[in-house]
């Protein structure tokens, strides 16, 4: 596959210098192409085996960040460019996707001088919540109606038959190993208490809005001076409960190791970054936040870690074929180390529920 070729399907200004492996997702691969011209841009192969309707999540994207785009020109702001991305159409075609021998490029104008993070203290913490906030309150007003990029994304009901599924098939003979039952009896307890979001939206006390739904520290950029610009990695924007993007940013920040540590002792949910995005995220969405997605939010910050838990799990079972692995056993390791921070996560809700109410009260 010749990357260069697939570059120049796409009216990107100036000649390709340069094309070389960027950032570090477990989905699809990412390229930074360098030109001689102004800018740069970012070439990203979108995973179809993982994403299968790649023009619904184009089409997605493309509403998304015009619609942010437009709010960001009506708010007079400067710098619009580094704020929100931009998806460059083909030479041939406004659409913003190619596909190439069944596989599927994407290109968007990589965003200078910004930074991402793989650990971040309480105060960057509390600009990311405000950010997270602010996306969803923008885009609480889409009038377009976006469709689910992976269908029922993260509905536990889901997670959890999909985890009873792989056991029940053992493709790999994984079960055999003692450790790997000792895993799904620690996890079968809580199956029925974390499904309550499910439980909720069924009996019409919690709403669908649209949501990141991978709100991941290392997807938001920061300026130099340390603000945020924009989050990006914007595959999975689509209709969920907040608890995604509250829970799942807690579970890599509020890590006190990667989610991939193998020392499981040192594992903890570290509840002064809980403190500063909760501020943060509330002080931007309350304007849209009903008073049973506030009191859930604890629950929120244990399903993540709990659901990813089962879907890193049930990648292990199945013989890891969803998250790429750097060795054999690393979806095991990853498995475990969430079901501890889950465990120190749940432990410790009486106190993010006493925080949630200290900040209520500002
Ligand atoms: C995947 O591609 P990346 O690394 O941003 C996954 C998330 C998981 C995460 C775990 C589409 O995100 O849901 O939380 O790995 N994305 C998809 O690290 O499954
Ligand atoms: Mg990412």
Same mark, same amino acid.
């Given at each position: ?11 990107? #200004?100036?000649? $390709? %210098? ?35 309707? /790649? ?44 596909? +190439? ?5 994407? @290109? ?11 650990? @971040? =203290? ?13 996306? #969803?309150?923008?885009?609480? =007003?889409?009038? +377009? ?6 269908? =029922? ?18 493709? $790999? ?6 450790? /790997?039952?000792?895993?799904?009896? +620690? ?39 340390? #603000?945020?610009?924009?989050?990006? *990695? ?30 499981? *002792? ?16 509330? %002080? ?7 008073? @049973? ?16 838990? @089962?879907?890193?799990?049930? =990648? ?47």
């Amino acid at each position: 596959m010749n990357l260069e070729n697939i570059a120049k399907r796409f009216a990107i #200004e100036g000649e $390709v %210098k340069e094309i070389k492996p960027l950032g570090n997702g477990l989905i699809n691969d990412t390229y930074k192409i360098n030109t001689d011209g102004p800018k740069a841009y970012v070439l990203q192969r979108v995973n179809n085996a993982i994403f299968q309707d /790649v023009e619904l999540l184009q089409r997605n994207i493309v509403a998304v960040t015009s619609h942010i785009r437009r709010k960001l020109e009506a708010a007079g702001e400067s710098d619009i460019d580094r704020k929100v991305l931009t998806f460059v159409p083909l030479k041939d075609s406004p659409k913003t996707y190619c596909v +190439e021998d069944g596989k599927y490029w994407r @290109v968007s104008v990589f965003i200078p001088d910004a930074f991402t993070f793989e650990t @971040v =203290d309480p105060k960057y913490s509390r600009f990311a919540g405000e950010a997270f906030g602010r996306f #969803e309150a923008m885009l609480a =007003d889409l009038k +377009e109606p976006l469709g689910e990029t992976i269908p =029922d994304f993260h509905n536990m009901e889901l997670r959890a038959r999909q985890l009873r599924e792989a056991v029940a098939a053992d493709k $790999v003979g994984r079960m055999a190993e003692p450790e /790997v039952q000792a895993i799904l009896a +620690e996890l079968m307890p809580f199956e029925e208490e974390m499904c309550k979001a499910e439980r909720m939206h069924r009996e019409g006390v919690l709403p669908k809005r649209v949501c990141h739904c991978d709100t991941k520290v290392n997807n938001m950029m920061f300026n130099a001076a340390g #603000e945020v610009l924009c989050v990006i *990695d914007l595959d999975t924007v689509m209709p969920s409960f907040v608890f995604s993007d509250f829970g799942d940013f807690l579970r890599t920040a509020a890590n006190t190791v990667a989610e991939d540590d193998p020392a499981i *002792d040192k594992v903890d949910f570290r509840m002064d970054i809980f403190e500063a995005f909760a501020e943060g995220y509330i %002080k931007s969405a309350k304007v849209f936040l009903t008073p @049973v997605e506030i009191e859930n939010l604890p629950y929120a910050a244990c399903l993540f870690p709990y659901m990813q838990a @089962v879907r890193f799990f049930a =990648d292990y079972i199945n013989g890891d074929t969803y998250y790429k692995i750097k060795y054999p056993g690393h979806n095991l390791v990853r498995t475990r180390n969430q079901v501890a921070l889950f465990k120190a996560a749940r432990a410790k809700m009486p106190q993010m529920q006493a925080i949630l109410q200290k900040l209520q009260s500002k």
